[in-house]
């Protein structure tokens, strides 16, 4: 019980800033995913022509714990974001690669006016293991948006403006599948569970934050199917090394069969029919055992002498 009136609590104090009871003049939202570079405006500025009289302002619970990254217009040395802070000749802050510790409220301060910005940090996380990213089997993605309430906690003031919502890589809503099923947690956190098919290989799933139907901000997921992909590759090199090993078999018959050495220009005296004697010139040919000559030539006489080693 405690806890709840803690939470209420703060949504009340939130939303007295917000509306400018102490003194802030103006509220900007800003809505990232990690390792955006976030710049936020310093609006109604008393001196606009140098920022020397301007100081930057952070909290994640209320003024008490506030800390000042920047004085004087220039980022504190002693800051623990120094080298990710940087403040533009319009006085503007910008936090360069934000991480979710950057949630919260940013205050800029040039004499008695205030200027807030609320940056929030939207995530999405799968508790799917990798190695189970295979057709057939479940995958479980969350959205949530870390504000400076804490994880999937909304601000008073975004509960009626703000939605998340899935849509696919071609931008179709999801939620008009049937195969896809969503549990809302609450406005700024909500699962999806979808049993994978094979056609889900690098499919881009994709959260979306809206602000009065307004797209603000999304982040990503893709399903890598690592154990089709394996088998794909398999299937290739398989088939390469096959391909590899019956051509050069086949390139090693046709060299055995034609290759047969030949000694050529002998002569010798024969009788001819008439009984006259005439040259006959002759080749010797070297054929080993199993093997055969190849396209005879139809006027050349043929014989075949075996010899003992």
């Known amino acids: 019980m405690v806890g709840v009136h803690h939470t209420l609590i ?7 800033l917000s509306t400018g009871v102490f003194g802030e003049s103006s509220s900007t939202y800003t809505y990232n995913i990690l390792g955006d570079d976030v710049n936020m405006p310093c609006k109604n500025l008393v ?17 008490l714990n506030a800390i000042q990254e920047v004085s004087e217009g220039k980022v504190r040395v002693d800051s623990n974001r120094a080298e990710r802070l940087t403040v533009k000749p319009d006085c503007s802050l910008t936090v360069h690669n934000v991480i979710s510790e950057d949630v919260g409220r940013y205050t800029c301060r040039d004499g008695n006016i205030d200027s807030l910005t609320i940056l929030s940090l939207l995530t999405i996380s799968s508790s799917t293991p990798e190695s189970d990213l ?11 948006l870390y504000t400076l309430l804490g994880p999937g906690m909304c601000r008073y003031e975004e509960l009626d403006k703000i939605s998340l919502g899935w849509v696919d890589q ?8 049937f195969r ?6 609450s406005t700024c956190d909500i699962t999806l569970k979808v049993t994978l ?5 690098n499919r881009r799933w994709t959260c979306q934050l809206t602000d009065k139907g307004e797209v603000k901000t999304s982040i990503d997921f893709h399903s890598t199917l690592s154990d089709v992909d394996k088998w794909v590759v398999i299937g290739v090199v398989v088939f390469v090394a096959v391909f590899v090993v019956i051509t050069s078999l086949v ?3 046709k060299r055995t069969r034609i290759q047969m050495p030949v000694n050529t220009g002998h002569m010798m005296l024969a009788n001819n029919s008439d009984g006259k004697q005439a040259d006959i010139t002759y080749s010797v040919v070297n054929i080993t055992a199993g093997s055969r000559v190849m396209n005879r030539d139809p006027k050349t006489e043929y014989a075949t002498i075996r010899t003992r080693s």
């Open 180 to 185: 896809y099923h969503f549990t809302v947690h």
């Open 251 to 253: 390139i090693f018959r």
């Open 197 to 201: 098919q094979r056609e889900d290989i």
């Open 134 to 144: 295979k057709p057939d089997y479940p995958l479980t993605l969350r959205c949530t």
């Open 170 to 177: 071609t931008g179709a809503d999801l939620h008009e599948v």
């Open 10 to 16: 703060q949504l009340l104090i939130l939303k007295l």
């Open 47 to 63: 001196y606009p022509v140098h920022c020397s009289s301007v100081e930057w302002i952070f909290d994640k619970t209320g003024l």
